[in-house]
């Protein structure tokens, strides 16, 4: 099961996209702990993207897509606009020591525990980030 929402990329639609990803959960019958370790991932991931949007006047709308598969999900966050990829520590040391400052967020540190697996990748001028949750728990993942 494939949908997805398109919204501009502003803290007025992080509500937006948790219903939306709520609704998901439901219907994929997603286990408690997991949906809220993803609702949580994907709201942070989604807070970075909007706090670079000061610093990249290109960046188009956000894109979020949900695929539930029956041994994973997968959400997808596309932004068209320059390379950013909030996974990542290096990218723009200046919007790293503004997150911190200003937004006060759990930490790629803390994502990247929440989260199974994740991709970052660029395609036609889009940043693609794919966050992937399993729905069985890995037994071994310090494997990454």
Not at 68 to 88: D, M, Q, R, S, W
Request: charged share 30%.
């Amino acid at each position: 099961m494939k949908e997805e929402i398109t919204v501009l990329p502003i803290f007025e639609n992080l509500s937006v996209i948790s219903e939306f990803l709520q609704e998901q959960i439901k219907l994929a019958r997603l286990a408690s702990r997991k949906a809220w370790e993803l609702l949580l991932v994907t709201d942070e991931i989604c807070s970075h993207v909007i706090q670079f949007r000061k610093y990249d006047s290109s960046m188009g709308k956000m894109k979020i897509t949900w695929n539930a598969c029956p041994e994973k999900i997968v959400v997808t966050i596309e932004t068209p606009g320059i390379p950013f990829n909030p996974l990542e520590l290096n990218s723009k040391e200046i919007v790293k020591e503004k997150e911190e400052e200003e937004l006060g967020g759990m930490g790629i540190h803390l994502i990247k525990q929440m989260i199974d697996d994740y991709v970052y990748s660029r395609t036609n001028n889009t940043n693609i980030i794919k966050l992937i949750k399993h729905r069985r728990s890995r037994k071994n993942k310090s494997e990454k």
